[in-house]
């Protein structure tokens, strides 16, 4: 099953271009980026990156899953945004009790 962790993972390279940056950018090792990007390979049975000269490329599918990957990333952080701003209103009907004050010419006396 394809993670979320590994969407942020092969995001990260597609952004960066480079295992290396996309690692230190996700705060893990290098090889643990590169584990997780062929794991997602290997779930989806296609490839996504291509290691060239200059960094990394991505395949025709891979620019493919990595937009797809960005969507869904947006949608689950806009789903924990909800739930959060959720958690935090308050609901239903509120009541104030107003107690008997003195009038400010009593308090001068």
């Known amino acids: 099953m394809t993670t979320l962790r590994q969407l942020r993972y092969l995001v990260a390279v597609a952004d960066t271009r480079h295992y290396g940056r996309a690692a230190e950018a996700c705060h893990v090792t290098q090889p643990a980026l590169s584990m997780q990007i062929q794991e997602l390979e290997a779930q989806l049975g296609v490839e996504l990156l291509e290691r060239c000269r200059g960094g990394i490329e991505l395949t025709q599918i891979g620019r493919e899953i990595v937009r797809r990957a ?13 739930a959060r701003h959720h958690r935090r209103v308050l609901s239903g009907p509120l009541r104030l009790g107003v107690i008997p004050s003195h009038r400010r010419s009593d308090l001068r006396t």
């Not at 960005?70 to 909800?82: A, P, Y």
């Open 70 to 82: 960005r969507t869904v990333l947006t949608e689950v952080r806009d789903l924990e945004d909800h």
